[in-house]
């Protein structure tokens, strides 16, 4: 079974976008007002990777919950995955890229694991290489295409400001677009976490056949009765 329909995961990503825009783009902004204030930006930044978790989840953000006290609290198991996490992509950009961007891609629900489900970072990292198994390549062209859509409208905005000569107006916009953008990409990750995570739900199992033999057995009590 295909847990990421291609159509379907984008017209869910774009809907979850949209449900939220204002939300996502206060708590975006709300983020970088605050990210320059020591050990609250740790605690600030965890909330901010475990947002497609609660967009999972069908809420619609508060923008203030990213200075809800428990992320602070997980300062320490936060720094030891991006630790690793840092530490063995690195590595394995020394393997030619394709190592390193495989490696990220199996551990790109780790952080979500572990905001949300308050797993151990490599309990975290271990479920994350598990469930994004087969879906790696998927993943990457669901974001190739979001990311396209984006350099689109930026080129065409740019384009014709620069050929209206309003480079400033022009970077402006592209800054805009680039904010706006943000909701439909957690919108994104949040489909892709939801689905794989979801367990399916077992087949209903058949109804036995009854075999000749228990057939004859059943009429032969029937007539004796």
Same mark, same amino acid.
């Given at each position: 079974?295909?847990?990421?329909?291609?159509?379907?995961?984008?017209?869910?990503?774009?809907?979850?976008?949209?449900? @939220?825009?204002?939300?996502?783009?206060?708590?975006?902004?709300?983020?970088?007002?605050?990210?320059?204030?020591?050990?609250?930006?740790? #605690?600030?930044?965890?909330?901010?990777?475990?947002?497609?978790?609660?967009?999972?989840?069908?809420?619609?953000?508060?923008?203030?919950?990213?200075?809800?006290?428990?992320? *602070?609290?997980?300062? #320490?198991? &936060?720094?030891?995955? %991006?630790?690793?996490?840092?530490?063995?992509?690195? $590595?394995?950009?020394? &393997?030619?890229?394709?190592?390193?961007? %495989?490696?990220?891609?199996?551990?790109?629900? $780790?952080?979500?694991? &572990?905001?949300?489900? +308050?797993?151990?970072?490599?309990?975290?990292?271990?479920?994350? @290489?598990?469930?994004?198994?087969?879906?790696?390549? *998927?993943?990457? #062209?669901?974001?190739?295409?979001?990311?396209?859509?984006?350099?689109?409208?930026? #080129?065409?905005?740019?384009?014709?400001?620069?050929? $209206?000569?309003?480079?400033?107006?022009?970077?402006?916009?592209? /800054?805009? /677009?680039?904010?706006?953008?943000?909701?439909?990409?957690?919108?994104? +990750?949040?489909?892709?976490? *939801?689905?794989?995570? *979801?367990?399916?739900?077992?087949?209903?199992?058949?109804?036995?056949?009854?075999?000749?033999?228990?057939?004859?057995?059943?009429?032969?009590?029937?007539?004796?009765?």
């Amino acid at each position: 079974m295909n847990k990421l329909p291609f159509k379907e995961t984008l017209t869910e990503a774009c809907q979850i976008g949209l449900k @939220n825009l204002l939300s996502l783009i206060a708590v975006t902004l709300l983020y970088l007002v605050t990210i320059w204030i020591p050990y609250l930006n740790i #605690g600030t930044t965890l909330a901010m990777c475990s947002l497609p978790a609660e967009l999972a989840k069908g809420h619609v953000i508060d923008p203030f919950f990213i200075f809800d006290s428990k992320y *602070r609290k997980k300062m #320490g198991d &936060f720094l030891i995955i %991006i630790g690793v996490m840092t530490m063995a992509i690195t $590595a394995a950009f020394g &393997f030619l890229f394709i190592p390193a961007l %495989i490696l990220s891609y199996a551990w790109s629900l $780790a952080m979500l694991l &572990f905001a949300d489900k +308050d797993m151990k970072p490599l309990d975290a990292l271990h479920e994350s @290489n598990e469930l994004t198994y087969g879906y790696k390549w *998927r993943m990457f #062209g669901l974001e190739f295409v979001l990311a396209m859509a984006i350099l689109v409208a930026i #080129g065409i905005v740019t384009g014709i400001c620069a050929a $209206a000569d309003l480079n400033v107006l022009g970077v402006i916009l592209d /800054i805009i /677009i680039c904010v706006l953008i943000v909701p439909f990409v957690l919108g994104l +990750d949040a489909v892709i976490y *939801r689905n794989l995570t *979801r367990e399916e739900e077992p087949k209903a199992e058949e109804p036995k056949e009854e075999t000749k033999a228990e057939v004859v057995v059943e009429e032969v009590i029937v007539t004796e009765e």
